[in-house]
């Protein structure tokens, strides 16, 4: 679970950086929106995993620290 968590934590971070260099140059707006897509894309993926996670943890009753 901490391991999914790091990875969405860590993909919100890099979409906000090519948020950022998007603004800084727009003369490669282009290339980086592609870019971004397979992060959001990616992100998306790992919340579906996280979400899942957590339904498995909450159906068997499981506890994060255990």
Not at 7 to 35: C, M, R
């Amino acid at each position: 679970m901490d391991a999914v968590q790091g990875s969405i934590i860590k993909k919100h971070i890099e979409v906000n950086f090519i948020t950022g260099l998007k603004d800084e140059y727009p003369n490669i707006a282009s290339q980086l929106i592609t870019f971004e897509k397979e992060h959001i894309k990616n992100l998306d993926d790992l919340t579906t995993q996280q979400n899942v996670i957590k339904n498995l943890m909450n159906r068997f009753d499981i506890k994060k620290d255990q």
